[in-house]
């Protein structure tokens, strides 16, 4: 008897999605993935493309049915920046599209989902240092509020109908190969494209403002080992805590000045300051390390000289 492992991964076409897909079909190979977005199809990808809108209930159906699907990887979002701008569009995106595939697995279609929530879950009366696993969620943007509702509906599917739902709170994520799609750290990403293009950048947000951040590579081996996880292990089910490092703008710039002597940075603040002033400086994982090994590999140094060296071959 052969053991199927077919997997949809929707939102795959976005910054975390493009590798994390990549990453999926490495591992179990181009015929058990299937990638599905509500953008067009990059070209010639290794794995099958579905255009899918989360919304359309009937054609999500359709494709966990029709392709014998044993777990959905949800990453389509509006992220915190894109959120603020369009706040409805983002609680249904972010909240219906969870439901129908907690419902999917509800009704025993599926095994297993995977489902990012994110550091937006605090706010302002959270402490700040080394964050931990329970506390205070009090989010203030719209994105938050929808993870935050997130976090609750996967716990309550897990422990009302059995439903085997994982989740990592994901801080900014970091990587070369796809650009962000609208987060308030993703000028962590476009600092090492300017860095390299221009010699110089202006940040949207201050020098000193610390967040807990996480390299691409980090954040792939953390979703491949909590998946891969007996369920027996995985006792957190609203959301796992995960850290990589804690950086600030300045700090970034520094890393890259010991590479690039001659980068410089500037500052001019916008709205997404005030998003950032209400996350975590820095977040402790400790349910996360001792309950499924997690454990990161990369720093701010060994991210940027990364970073560095591969988007310098893509220029
Ligand atoms: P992204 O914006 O780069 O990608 C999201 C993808 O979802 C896009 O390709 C978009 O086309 C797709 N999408 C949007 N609406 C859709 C819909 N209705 N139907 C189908 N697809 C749709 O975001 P990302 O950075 O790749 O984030 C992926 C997940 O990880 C999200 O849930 C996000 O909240 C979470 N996360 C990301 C970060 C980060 O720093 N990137 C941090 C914390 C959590």
Sequence with gaps: MTTTHNILVIGASGQLGTELTAALAETYGNNSVIAADVQETPQNLPYRFETLNVLDREKLQQIVGQNNIQEIYLLAALLSARGEQNPMLAWQVNMDGLLYVLELAKEGKIKRVFWPSSIAVFGATTPKDQTPQETITSPNTMYGITK????????????????????????????????PGGGTTDFAVEIYHKALEDKAYTCFLQEHTRLPLMYMADAVAATLKLMQAPAGQIRVRSSYNVAGFSASPGEIAKAIRHQMPDFSISYAPDFRQQIADSWPDSISDEPARHDWGWQPQYDLQAMTRDMLENLAKQK
């Design 148 to 179: 935050l509702a997130g976090e609750r509906l996967c716990a309550y599917y897990a422990s009302k109908f059995g439903v085997d739902v994982c989740s990592l709170r994901y801080p900014g994520l970091v990587g070369y190969k796809a650009l």
